[in-house]
Antibody
C-alpha cells in the first residue's frame, strides 16, 4: 500500500541542525511532489516547502528561507528535510506529505506518520 | 500570505446531528481548498479536495461546499469516530496555509 515512513524522533540543542527522512513506498516516487508541513504544540499546521522529485527543484516558505533545505534520493525513494540554526520554537511535529494533482487542484493525499523534533538545551 | 480563518474553534454535538464548519480565506482562492481530519497523535487525513470532491474511501456523510472566500465542511449524521480536529488548507499559491483547526467533540 502507499505509505510514507519518516525517521525517528530527534532531540537537538539550539543552533544545531536536524535532518528528517521520508521514505516512500507503494508508488512511483518521481510521479508526485513531496511537501513538508510542521505542527508546533498548540499551533496550526504550517507549510514549509516542497520538492519536485524529478529534477530536485525546490520552493520554500519565506519564513524558513535560508534555514531549510529539502532534498531527495530517487534511488532510495526518499525525501529529506534539513532545518538548521534550530531555535526553541522549532520544537514541533514534522510531516512529509505527497501531493496529488486532480486536474489542476493540488492536495496532500498521503502523509507520513510525523517526526518529533525537540529543541532543548 | 493568504490567511485562513475557521469557525467555530470548537463544537460539541450529539451522535446523529449535522454539523458545519466554515473556512474563510483572506482573498479569493477559487476552489483551491482541501479539508483534513486529524485525530490525536495521528497525521492529518484528507477528506475533501477542490472544495467539494470527496477523497476515495471517505464516508459520504462528509461534504464540502463553497468557492472564493467562503467554504464549508458538513458532517451529516455525526458518528462517534468523527471526534477529531478538522483543518482547512488552500493551495492557490505558495505559501499554502491552514486554518487554525476546529475541534469536534461528541456529547
Amino acid at each position: 500500500q502507499v505509505q510514507l515512513v519518516q525517521s525517528g524522533a530527534e532531540v537537538k540543542k539550539p543552533g544545531a541542525s536536524v535532518k528528517v527522512s521520508c521514505k516512500a513506498s507503494g508508488y512511483t516516487f518521481t510521479d508526485y511532489a513531496m511537501h513538508w508541513v510542521r505542527q508546533a504544540p498548540g499551533q496550526r499546521l504550517e507549510w514549509m516547502g516542497w520538492i519536485n522529485p524529478v529534477n530536485g527543484n525546490t520552493k520554500y516558505s519565506q519564513k524558513f528561507q535560508g534555514r531549510v533545505s529539502i532534498s531527495r534520493d530517487t534511488s532510495a525513494s526518499t525525501a529529506y528535510m534539513e532545518l538548521s540554526s534550530l531555535r526553541y520554537e522549532d520544537t514541533a511535529l514534522y510531516y512529509c506529505a505527497r501531493v496529488h494533482v486532480y486536474y489542476y487542484y493540488y492536495t496532500m493525499d498521503v502523509w507520513g506518520q510525523g517526526t518529533t523534533v525537540t529543541v532543548s538545551s | 500570505d493568504i490567511q485562513m480563518t475557521q469557525s467555530p474553534s470548537s463544537l460539541s454535538a450529539s451522535v446523529g446531528d449535522s454539523v458545519t464548519i466554515t473556512c474563510r480565506p483572506s482573498q479569493n482562492i477559487s476552489h483551491f481548498l482541501s479539508w483534513y481530519q486529524q485525530k490525536p497523535g495521528k497525521a492529518p487525513n484528507l477528506l475533501i479536495y477542490a472544495a467539494s470532491s470527496l477523497q476515495s474511501g471517505v464516508p459520504p456523510r462528509f461534504s464540502g461546499n463553497g468557492s472564493g472566500t467562503e467554504f464549508t465542511l458538513t458532517i451529516s449524521s455525526l458518528q462517534p469516530e468523527d471526534s477529531a480536529t478538522y483543518h482547512c488548507q488552500h493551495s492557490y499559491r505558495t505559501p499554502w496555509t491552514f486554518g487554525q483547526g476546529t475541534k469536534v467533540e461528541i456529547k
